[in-house]
Protein backbone atom coordinates (compact mmCIF):
# COMPACT_ATOMS: atom_id res chain seq x y z
CA UNK A 1 0.00 0.00 0.00
CA UNK A 2 1.18 3.62 -0.83
CA UNK A 3 0.66 6.64 0.55
CA UNK A 4 1.06 9.95 -0.63
CA UNK A 5 0.31 13.62 -0.25
CA UNK A 6 0.19 15.81 -3.61
CA UNK A 7 -0.86 19.17 -4.11
CA UNK A 8 -3.72 19.39 -6.73
CA UNK A 9 -5.53 21.87 -8.66
CA UNK A 10 -5.65 25.73 -6.96
CA UNK A 11 -3.51 24.42 -4.12
CA UNK A 12 -5.67 21.48 -2.89
CA UNK A 13 -4.52 18.81 -1.07
CA UNK A 14 -4.97 15.23 -2.06
CA UNK A 15 -4.31 11.75 0.07
CA UNK A 16 -3.53 9.56 -2.17
CA UNK A 17 -4.04 5.52 -1.77
CA UNK A 18 -2.14 2.94 -4.56
CA UNK A 19 -2.36 -0.57 -4.07
CA UNK A 20 -0.38 -3.72 -6.41
CA UNK A 21 -2.39 -6.81 -6.45
CA UNK A 22 -0.29 -9.67 -8.74
CA UNK A 23 -1.51 -13.00 -9.36
CA UNK A 24 0.54 -16.33 -10.89
CA UNK A 25 0.65 -14.72 -14.57
CA UNK A 26 2.54 -11.73 -13.03
CA UNK A 27 -0.37 -9.52 -14.09
CA UNK A 28 -0.91 -7.02 -11.83
CA UNK A 29 -4.08 -4.74 -10.80
CA UNK A 30 -3.05 -0.97 -9.60
CA UNK A 31 -6.43 1.14 -8.40
CA UNK A 32 -5.39 4.55 -7.08
CA UNK A 33 -7.85 6.65 -5.31
CA UNK A 34 -8.09 10.13 -4.35
CA UNK A 35 -9.29 11.90 -1.48
CA UNK A 36 -9.56 15.76 -1.76
CA UNK A 37 -9.99 17.77 1.20
CA UNK A 38 -11.95 20.05 -0.85
CA UNK A 39 -12.41 23.97 0.29
CA UNK A 40 -16.21 24.70 0.12
CA UNK A 41 -15.71 27.68 -1.46
CA UNK A 42 -14.82 25.79 -4.72
CA UNK A 43 -16.97 23.47 -6.37
CA UNK A 44 -14.93 21.31 -9.26
CA UNK A 45 -15.60 17.87 -10.53
CA UNK A 46 -12.74 15.01 -10.88
CA UNK A 47 -12.65 13.24 -14.12
CA UNK A 48 -10.70 10.29 -14.45
CA UNK A 49 -8.12 8.53 -16.49
CA UNK A 50 -6.45 5.18 -16.73
CA UNK A 51 -3.58 3.82 -18.24
CA UNK A 52 -2.29 0.29 -18.80
CA UNK A 53 0.95 0.07 -17.55
CA UNK A 54 3.51 -2.64 -16.54
CA UNK A 55 4.79 -4.19 -13.35
CA UNK A 56 7.25 -7.17 -12.85
CA UNK A 57 7.44 -8.48 -15.94
CA UNK A 58 6.49 -5.64 -18.09
CA UNK A 59 3.00 -7.21 -17.83
CA UNK A 60 -0.55 -5.24 -18.32
CA UNK A 61 -1.47 -3.11 -15.20
CA UNK A 62 -4.38 -0.43 -15.26
CA UNK A 63 -4.24 2.97 -13.60
CA UNK A 64 -6.60 4.81 -12.37
CA UNK A 65 -6.26 8.88 -11.74
CA UNK A 66 -7.70 11.77 -11.60
CA UNK A 67 -7.24 13.71 -15.51
CA UNK A 68 -7.57 17.36 -13.92
CA UNK A 69 -4.56 16.97 -11.53
CA UNK A 70 -0.94 18.39 -12.90
CA UNK A 71 1.08 16.21 -14.85
CA UNK A 72 3.50 16.71 -12.50
CA UNK A 73 1.58 14.65 -9.94
CA UNK A 74 0.37 11.94 -12.92
CA UNK A 75 3.60 11.07 -13.58
CA UNK A 76 5.17 10.90 -10.70
CA UNK A 77 2.67 8.13 -9.68
CA UNK A 78 3.06 6.42 -12.64
CA UNK A 79 6.91 6.07 -11.80
CA UNK A 80 6.24 4.81 -8.92
CA UNK A 81 6.09 1.48 -10.21
CA UNK A 82 5.38 1.31 -13.92
CA UNK A 83 6.13 1.52 -17.42
CA UNK A 84 4.00 1.78 -20.06
CA UNK A 85 4.09 -0.13 -23.65
CA UNK A 86 3.72 1.48 -26.76
CA UNK A 87 2.22 1.05 -30.29
CA UNK A 88 1.13 3.43 -33.39
CA UNK A 89 -1.40 5.73 -33.10
CA UNK A 90 -3.01 6.77 -36.39
CA UNK A 91 -6.68 7.90 -37.44
CA UNK A 92 -6.80 5.32 -39.53
CA UNK A 93 -5.92 2.71 -36.73
CA UNK A 94 -8.18 -0.52 -35.79
CA UNK A 95 -8.86 0.10 -32.33
CA UNK A 96 -8.51 3.77 -31.62
CA UNK A 97 -11.48 4.11 -29.87
CA UNK A 98 -10.84 0.87 -27.64
CA UNK A 99 -13.13 -2.06 -27.34
CA UNK A 100 -15.63 -1.12 -24.79
CA UNK A 101 -18.35 0.06 -28.03
CA UNK A 102 -17.77 4.01 -27.07
CA UNK A 103 -14.83 6.51 -28.04
CA UNK A 104 -12.50 6.21 -25.35
CA UNK A 105 -9.72 8.97 -25.34
CA UNK A 106 -8.05 7.02 -22.68
CA UNK A 107 -7.72 4.25 -24.22
CA UNK A 108 -4.47 1.68 -23.96
CA UNK A 109 -6.03 -1.62 -25.55
CA UNK A 110 -3.70 -1.24 -28.76
CA UNK A 111 -0.20 -1.16 -26.99
CA UNK A 112 -0.32 -4.92 -24.91
CA UNK A 113 2.20 -6.94 -26.37
CA UNK A 114 1.76 -9.81 -28.18
CA UNK A 115 3.64 -13.43 -26.64
CA UNK A 116 3.51 -16.99 -26.59
CA UNK A 117 -0.09 -16.93 -28.00
CA UNK A 118 -1.65 -19.01 -30.76
CA UNK A 119 -1.82 -17.49 -34.04
CA UNK A 120 -5.41 -16.53 -33.65
CA UNK A 121 -4.96 -14.50 -30.80
CA UNK A 122 -1.93 -12.68 -31.78
CA UNK A 123 -2.70 -12.11 -35.60
CA UNK A 124 -4.13 -8.62 -36.21
CA UNK A 125 -4.03 -8.02 -32.25
CA UNK A 126 -6.96 -10.32 -31.96
CA UNK A 127 -6.01 -11.04 -28.23
CA UNK A 128 -8.62 -7.87 -26.61
CA UNK A 129 -10.36 -8.18 -30.20
CA UNK A 130 -8.49 -4.68 -31.40
CA UNK A 131 -9.09 -6.24 -34.98
CA UNK A 132 -13.12 -6.21 -34.34
CA UNK A 133 -13.45 -2.42 -33.96
CA UNK A 134 -11.96 -0.49 -37.18
CA UNK A 135 -11.71 3.37 -37.86
CA UNK A 136 -14.44 5.01 -38.32
CA UNK A 137 -15.57 5.30 -42.29
CA UNK A 138 -13.52 7.33 -44.42
CA UNK A 139 -10.78 7.30 -41.91
CA UNK A 140 -7.20 6.19 -43.49
CA UNK A 141 -3.39 6.41 -42.75
CA UNK A 142 -2.49 8.55 -45.55
CA UNK A 143 0.96 7.25 -47.29
CA UNK A 144 2.17 9.52 -49.57
CA UNK A 145 4.34 7.72 -52.70
CA UNK A 146 7.97 8.81 -52.54
CA UNK A 147 7.13 10.91 -49.46
CA UNK A 148 6.88 10.71 -45.44
CA UNK A 149 4.27 10.08 -43.36
CA UNK A 150 3.90 10.81 -39.70
CA UNK A 151 2.29 8.29 -36.39
CA UNK A 152 2.69 9.14 -32.72
CA UNK A 153 4.08 6.49 -31.04
CA UNK A 154 2.10 6.61 -27.13
CA UNK A 155 1.87 4.35 -24.18
CA UNK A 156 -1.89 5.69 -24.31
CA UNK A 157 -4.21 7.53 -26.80
CA UNK A 158 -4.91 10.30 -24.01
CA UNK A 159 -1.07 10.95 -24.86
CA UNK A 160 -1.50 12.04 -28.48
CA UNK A 161 -3.11 14.73 -30.19
CA UNK A 162 -6.04 12.37 -30.90
CA UNK A 163 -7.16 12.93 -27.05
CA UNK A 164 -8.46 15.50 -24.60
CA UNK A 165 -7.56 18.11 -27.41
CA UNK A 166 -3.70 17.85 -26.94
CA UNK A 167 -3.77 18.17 -23.54
CA UNK A 168 -1.24 15.70 -22.40
CA UNK A 169 0.89 15.51 -25.12
CA UNK A 170 4.81 16.27 -25.08
CA UNK A 171 7.55 15.01 -27.22
CA UNK A 172 7.84 11.59 -25.37
CA UNK A 173 4.90 8.82 -25.73
CA UNK A 174 4.26 8.99 -21.91
CA UNK A 175 3.48 12.55 -22.00
CA UNK A 176 6.48 13.32 -19.24
CA UNK A 177 9.42 15.85 -20.34
CA UNK A 178 12.61 14.10 -20.56
CA UNK A 179 16.41 15.09 -21.75
CA UNK A 180 16.95 15.31 -25.66
CA UNK A 181 19.81 12.52 -24.76
CA UNK A 182 17.47 10.59 -22.72
CA UNK A 183 18.91 6.94 -21.54
CA UNK A 184 19.64 5.31 -18.66
CA UNK A 185 22.47 7.38 -18.37
CA UNK A 186 20.57 10.41 -18.33
CA UNK A 187 17.39 9.83 -16.77
CA UNK A 188 16.63 13.45 -16.38
CA UNK A 189 15.84 12.99 -12.56
CA UNK A 190 12.74 10.85 -13.06
CA UNK A 191 13.15 7.97 -10.63
CA UNK A 192 14.43 4.12 -11.78
CA UNK A 193 11.75 1.76 -9.72
CA UNK A 194 13.08 -1.65 -11.11
CA UNK A 195 16.75 -0.11 -11.01
CA UNK A 196 16.93 -2.28 -14.28
CA UNK A 197 19.87 -1.10 -17.34
CA UNK A 198 16.88 -0.08 -19.35
CA UNK A 199 15.08 3.33 -19.60
CA UNK A 200 11.70 2.84 -17.34
CA UNK A 201 9.47 5.26 -19.04
CA UNK A 202 7.63 5.09 -22.18
CA UNK A 203 8.80 1.22 -22.21
CA UNK A 204 11.23 1.63 -25.25
CA UNK A 205 13.10 -2.06 -24.33
CA UNK A 206 16.39 -0.09 -24.93
CA UNK A 207 19.03 1.48 -22.60
CA UNK A 208 19.22 4.62 -25.36
CA UNK A 209 17.89 5.75 -28.54
CA UNK A 210 21.03 4.06 -30.05
CA UNK A 211 19.61 0.82 -28.73
CA UNK A 212 15.99 1.40 -29.86
CA UNK A 213 15.26 -2.07 -31.81
CA UNK A 214 13.82 -0.31 -35.03
CA UNK A 215 10.17 -0.45 -36.50
CA UNK A 216 8.26 -0.53 -39.35
CA UNK A 217 5.17 -0.49 -41.40
CA UNK A 218 4.07 -2.82 -43.95
CA UNK A 219 1.18 -3.00 -46.86
CA UNK A 220 -1.28 -5.54 -48.24
CA UNK A 221 -3.15 -4.51 -51.65
CA UNK A 222 -6.52 -5.75 -49.72
CA UNK A 223 -9.14 -3.93 -48.51
CA UNK A 224 -10.59 -6.49 -46.11
CA UNK A 225 -8.47 -7.63 -43.26
CA UNK A 226 -9.60 -10.93 -43.14
CA UNK A 227 -7.77 -11.43 -46.79
CA UNK A 228 -4.53 -9.83 -45.39
CA UNK A 229 -1.83 -12.84 -45.05
CA UNK A 230 1.87 -13.24 -43.99
CA UNK A 231 2.18 -13.81 -48.10
CA UNK A 232 0.61 -10.58 -48.99
CA UNK A 233 1.84 -8.57 -45.95
CA UNK A 234 5.06 -6.75 -46.90
CA UNK A 235 7.29 -4.56 -45.12
CA UNK A 236 7.69 -1.05 -47.08
CA UNK A 237 9.61 1.06 -44.82
CA UNK A 238 11.73 1.07 -41.53
CA UNK A 239 12.78 3.25 -39.03
CA UNK A 240 15.64 2.70 -37.47
CA UNK A 241 16.22 3.48 -33.55
CA UNK A 242 12.90 3.60 -32.54
CA UNK A 243 10.24 3.69 -30.75
CA UNK A 244 11.73 6.85 -28.91
CA UNK A 245 10.10 9.87 -29.10
CA UNK A 246 6.92 10.13 -29.58
CA UNK A 247 6.69 11.40 -33.26
CA UNK A 248 8.14 9.06 -35.96
CA UNK A 249 8.68 9.87 -39.58
CA UNK A 250 8.42 7.30 -42.50
CA UNK A 251 9.94 7.02 -45.74
CA UNK A 252 7.61 5.57 -48.43
CA UNK A 253 8.70 4.16 -52.11
CA UNK A 254 7.05 4.46 -55.07
CA UNK A 255 4.07 2.65 -54.52
CA UNK A 256 0.91 1.90 -56.38
CA UNK A 257 -2.84 2.81 -55.97
CA UNK A 258 -4.98 0.83 -53.60
CA UNK A 259 -7.80 -0.96 -54.65
CA UNK A 260 -11.03 1.33 -54.57
CA UNK A 261 -11.34 0.28 -50.64
CA UNK A 262 -7.57 0.98 -49.77
CA UNK A 263 -5.16 -0.76 -48.34
CA UNK A 264 -4.44 -2.66 -44.82
CA UNK A 265 -0.86 -1.39 -43.29
CA UNK A 266 0.31 -3.03 -40.38
CA UNK A 267 2.59 -1.31 -37.83
CA UNK A 268 5.47 -3.82 -36.17
CA UNK A 269 7.87 -3.63 -33.58
CA UNK A 270 10.35 -6.23 -31.76
CA UNK A 271 12.30 -4.95 -28.85
CA UNK A 272 16.03 -6.19 -28.33
CA UNK A 273 15.41 -7.01 -25.14
CA UNK A 274 15.32 -5.07 -22.04
CA UNK A 275 11.84 -6.56 -21.57
CA UNK A 276 10.16 -9.54 -22.46
CA UNK A 277 10.66 -10.65 -25.76
CA UNK A 278 7.99 -10.06 -27.56
CA UNK A 279 6.16 -8.20 -30.53
CA UNK A 280 3.97 -5.85 -31.56
CA UNK A 281 1.48 -5.80 -34.69
CA UNK A 282 -1.52 -3.30 -34.99
CA UNK A 283 -3.35 -2.82 -38.11
CA UNK A 284 -4.27 0.42 -39.85
CA UNK A 285 -6.64 1.18 -42.89
CA UNK A 286 -4.41 2.76 -45.53
CA UNK A 287 -4.19 4.57 -48.64
CA UNK A 288 -1.50 5.71 -50.92
CA UNK A 289 -1.83 8.86 -52.09
CA UNK A 290 0.10 11.66 -54.38
CA UNK A 291 1.77 10.22 -58.16
CA UNK A 292 1.01 6.94 -57.27
CA UNK A 293 3.33 4.14 -59.20
CA UNK A 294 2.49 1.46 -61.39
CA UNK A 295 4.70 -1.69 -60.35
CA UNK A 296 2.66 -4.07 -58.17
CA UNK A 297 5.00 -5.00 -55.20
CA UNK A 298 6.42 -8.91 -55.29
CA UNK A 299 5.64 -11.34 -53.13
CA UNK A 300 7.35 -11.34 -49.80
CA UNK A 301 9.72 -13.96 -48.22
CA UNK A 302 10.17 -14.45 -44.62
CA UNK A 303 13.63 -12.61 -43.62
CA UNK A 304 16.21 -14.38 -42.07
CA UNK A 305 19.14 -13.44 -39.56
CA UNK A 306 21.88 -12.07 -41.82
CA UNK A 307 23.66 -9.69 -38.90
CA UNK A 308 27.39 -9.11 -39.90
CA UNK A 309 26.97 -11.05 -43.25
CA UNK A 310 24.87 -9.21 -45.68
CA UNK A 311 25.24 -11.96 -48.32
CA UNK A 312 22.93 -14.36 -46.59
CA UNK A 313 20.26 -11.75 -46.07
CA UNK A 314 17.19 -11.77 -47.70
CA UNK A 315 16.68 -10.00 -51.00
CA UNK A 316 13.41 -8.26 -52.16
CA UNK A 317 10.35 -7.68 -50.51
CA UNK A 318 10.33 -9.27 -47.26
CA UNK A 319 7.35 -10.44 -44.62
CA UNK A 320 6.31 -8.87 -41.36
CA UNK A 321 8.17 -10.69 -38.54
CA UNK A 322 6.63 -13.39 -36.35
CA UNK A 323 8.21 -14.72 -33.78
CA UNK A 324 8.29 -16.05 -30.36
CA UNK A 325 4.38 -17.04 -30.29
CA UNK A 326 3.35 -20.58 -30.06
CA UNK A 327 2.06 -20.99 -33.89
CA UNK A 328 2.41 -18.67 -36.95
CA UNK A 329 6.03 -17.82 -36.53
CA UNK A 330 7.75 -17.41 -39.82
CA UNK A 331 11.16 -16.16 -37.97
CA UNK A 332 13.90 -18.62 -36.25
CA UNK A 333 16.44 -16.89 -34.29
CA UNK A 334 18.60 -19.19 -32.07
CA UNK A 335 22.47 -18.44 -30.21
CA UNK A 336 23.55 -15.31 -29.87
CA UNK A 337 24.19 -12.06 -31.15
CA UNK A 338 27.20 -9.92 -31.69
CA UNK A 339 26.91 -8.06 -28.46
CA UNK A 340 26.49 -11.62 -26.45
CA UNK A 341 22.71 -11.66 -25.84
CA UNK A 342 20.41 -14.19 -27.19
CA UNK A 343 19.28 -13.81 -31.13
CA UNK A 344 16.18 -11.28 -30.84
CA UNK A 345 15.04 -10.53 -34.83
CA UNK A 346 13.99 -6.85 -35.91
CA UNK A 347 13.64 -4.31 -38.55
CA UNK A 348 16.60 -3.91 -38.60
CA UNK A 349 20.30 -4.78 -40.27
CA UNK A 350 20.30 -8.17 -38.27
CA UNK A 351 17.14 -8.85 -40.39
CA UNK A 352 18.42 -7.40 -43.85
CA UNK A 353 15.82 -4.65 -43.66
CA UNK A 354 17.69 -1.40 -44.60
CA UNK A 355 16.64 2.38 -43.01
CA UNK A 356 14.08 3.73 -44.57
CA UNK A 357 11.97 3.18 -47.38
CA UNK A 358 12.14 -0.30 -48.90
CA UNK A 359 12.88 0.04 -52.98
CA UNK A 360 13.23 -3.48 -53.18
CA UNK A 361 10.23 -4.85 -53.49
CA UNK A 362 8.49 -4.39 -56.69
CA UNK A 363 8.19 -6.85 -59.45
CA UNK A 364 10.01 -7.39 -62.22
CA UNK A 365 9.37 -7.59 -65.68
CA UNK A 366 7.05 -5.36 -68.23
CA UNK A 367 6.73 -2.45 -65.97
CA UNK A 368 8.66 0.94 -66.41
CA UNK A 369 10.83 1.10 -63.16
CA UNK A 370 12.76 4.18 -63.27
CA UNK A 371 11.15 7.60 -62.14
CA UNK A 372 12.62 9.54 -64.88
CA UNK A 373 10.80 11.28 -67.41
CA UNK A 374 10.61 9.09 -70.57
CA UNK A 375 10.39 10.61 -73.87
CA UNK A 376 9.48 9.12 -77.07
CA UNK A 377 10.10 10.91 -80.26
CA UNK A 378 8.85 8.73 -83.96
CA UNK A 379 10.60 8.76 -86.91
CA UNK A 380 10.54 10.67 -89.53
CA UNK A 381 8.83 8.19 -91.83
CA UNK A 382 5.67 9.21 -89.72
CA UNK A 383 5.57 12.24 -91.74
CA UNK A 384 4.09 13.82 -88.47
CA UNK A 385 5.27 16.65 -86.36
CA UNK A 386 7.72 15.39 -83.63
CA UNK A 387 5.75 14.33 -80.38
CA UNK A 388 7.28 13.98 -77.09
CA UNK A 389 5.49 11.96 -74.50
CA UNK A 390 6.67 13.40 -70.78
CA UNK A 391 5.59 11.04 -67.98
CA UNK A 392 6.84 9.05 -64.35
CA UNK A 393 6.40 5.73 -63.39
CA UNK A 394 3.19 6.13 -62.56
CA UNK A 395 2.13 6.83 -66.43
CA UNK A 396 3.76 3.73 -67.22
CA UNK A 397 0.16 2.51 -68.81
CA UNK A 398 -0.73 5.86 -70.60
CA UNK A 399 2.42 5.86 -72.46
CA UNK A 400 2.01 2.21 -73.56
CA UNK A 401 -1.64 3.37 -74.83
CA UNK A 402 -0.31 5.92 -76.51
CA UNK A 403 2.62 4.61 -78.17
CA UNK A 404 -0.08 1.62 -78.91
CA UNK A 405 -2.47 4.33 -80.54
CA UNK A 406 0.21 5.84 -82.77
CA UNK A 407 1.24 2.40 -83.82
CA UNK A 408 -2.07 1.76 -85.22
CA UNK A 409 -2.39 5.10 -86.80
CA UNK A 410 0.97 4.74 -88.24
CA UNK A 411 -0.39 0.85 -89.42
CA UNK A 412 -3.53 2.33 -91.05
CA UNK A 413 -1.71 5.03 -93.02
CA UNK A 414 0.60 2.51 -94.56
CA UNK A 415 -2.19 0.11 -95.39
CA UNK A 416 -3.94 2.87 -96.65
CA UNK A 417 -0.92 3.88 -99.13
CA UNK A 418 -0.53 0.34 -100.27
CA UNK A 419 -4.06 0.00 -101.44
CA UNK A 420 -3.84 3.39 -103.66
CA UNK A 421 -0.78 2.47 -105.12
CA UNK A 422 -2.50 -0.70 -105.81
CA UNK A 423 -5.73 0.79 -107.39
CA UNK A 424 -3.29 3.26 -109.68
CA UNK A 425 -1.58 -0.35 -110.97
CA UNK A 426 -4.96 -1.59 -112.09
CA UNK A 427 -5.39 1.57 -113.83
CA UNK A 428 -2.36 1.00 -115.63
Known sequence: ???????????????????????????????????????????????????????????????????TMRRAFILALFFTCVQAHLTAWTKGMYCLNGTSGFNNENNDDPVSPLFQLPKAQWWMHHVNRCDQFPPEPGNFLEIPANGRFAVEVASNRAFTSFSYGGRYVSEWGDGADHPDDYSILNLGGQPNPGKSNCIPSPNLHAKSEATAAGTA?????????????????????????????????????????????GCICVWGWIPNHCGQSNIYMMPHRCIVTGKTGSVPLDRPKPPVWCEGNPAACVKGPKQFIAWNQLEGNNVIAEGYQKDGDLKSPGYNQKMGFENGAQTDIFKSGNYIVTTKPVSFTPSASTRKPTMTITASVSDASAIRECLDARALEYIHRRNSRRKAHRRLDSIH
Not at 23 to 33: G, R
Not at 220 to 226: A, G, M, R, T, V
Not at 237 to 260: E, Q, W
Request: glycine share 4%; proline share 11%; aromatic share 12%.
Open 217 to 261: FAISYHSKLSDVTLENLVVFTVKYHTPFKRVVTYDAPNLPRCPPG
Open 1 to 67: MLWHGWPGPKGLAYKLEAACYVDYNQHADLEVKTEPRLDPQVSWSLPQLSLHTNILQHSSVPIVFPS
